[in-house]
């Protein structure tokens, strides 16, 4: 199964989307904040990791940043799932390796599901 690390620190959308993915046959597992997910991705490599800006303790930015220079995860597709930015954040955050940059606001369980299908090879 295709595991999925998800990043977010607010309980009720990581909940519909630990749901959602859950139940589209995704193995996901979750973390409140950047320090949590670094360590838990240096524990066990995920194949994806769905990660928010708005962190605390170490920000979406700077989780990318650090996951790009570890060479156990530096090859990890890594989606930016947020609402938290601009156009020259967009470009800055492809710039630092973002697999991909989806808003929030129209993204659902089901799309996103869809779309981890095609970054991900193989099935859920």
């Given at each position: 199964?295709t ?59 700077e ?62």
């Open positions: 199964m595991r999925v690390l998800f990043v977010d620190d607010n309980p009720v959308v990581m909940t519909v989307y630990r749901s959602g993915l859950s139940m589209a046959g995704f193995t996901v597992e979750t973390a409140h904040d950047g320090e949590t997910a670094l360590a838990m991705a240096a524990a066990a490599t995920p194949d994806v990791i769905v990660l928010d800006l708005m962190l605390p303790i170490i920000d979406g930015f989780v990318l940043r650090r996951v790009r220079a570890d060479p156990q995860l530096m090859h990890v597709p890594v989606i930016v799932f947020s609402n938290s930015y601009t156009s020259e954040r967009t470009n800055e955050l492809w710039s630092a390796g973002a697999t991909q940059v989806l808003p929030k606001a129209t993204m659902t369980p089901k799309k996103l599901s869809e779309l981890l299908l095609t970054i991900v090879p193989g099935k859920p």
